[in-house]
């Protein structure tokens, strides 16, 4: 796998993922705490101070760079409102591994926003970043997520269970391999 120096903007029919800034971090972090986002996801904070220094911690990364989660901001190419973000992240101990996230503001969700961002995301990492295979992870309820993996081309690879301070969960993984045809 290879880093992005050169990275600006992936730009889609309808969205712009642009490397998120500390700027963002009031929106982000007002649909991450929503209740309804919050149950299917896994960070521990999601106040505006926390947002914000994840934010400035990941600047410091190049989209490939092992060591952690690079965030983009999606935002509506008309009118340029936030409606989400995504990440990409190399899988610790997997060459060619990359992982991606995402998370659609309520108040944008159901209208293709997610599919359309990772569909951009995940084929950036095949494209320029040579990733071979291309992973997310979602709780095993959230159906919407699943379905915006699907539509993108992976496929389910893994159930699992997990505890933790919550009580018990269970998740699952879904990857696309490169030159996989993305149809479902």
Not at 14 to 43: F, K, N, T
Not at 77 to 95: I, N
Request: proline share 7%.
């Amino acid at each position: 796998m290879r880093t992005d120096p050169d990275f600006t903007a992936l730009s889609t029919g309808r969205l712009e993922l642009r490397r998120s800034v500390p700027e963002d971090a009031e929106a982000i972090s007002s649909y991450r705490s929503d209740p309804d986002v919050h149950v299917h996801q896994g960070w521990e904070h999601t106040d505006p101070d926390r947002v914000r220094a994840d934010i400035e911690e990941m600047l410091s990364r190049l989209p490939g760079d092992p060591g952690g989660w690079v965030q983009f901001s999606v935002r509506e190419r008309d009118g340029g409102r936030l409606v989400g973000d995504v990440g990409l992240c190399p899988a610790e101990d997997e060459p060619d591994v990359m992982k991606v996230g995402y998370t659609i503001s309520p108040a944008a969700q159901g209208n293709g926003f997610a599919t359309e961002a990772v569909r951009a995301l995940v084929d950036y990492a095949f494209s320029m970043l040579e990733a071979e295979i291309v992973r997310a992870y979602a709780d095993e309820g959230n159906t919407p997520s699943r379905r915006v993996m699907e539509k993108v081309g992976m496929v389910l690879i893994e159930r699992f269970e997990g505890e933790d301070e919550s009580g018990p969960w269970a998740g699952v993984r879904y990857e696309r391999v490169r030159h996989q045809d993305p149809t479902p």
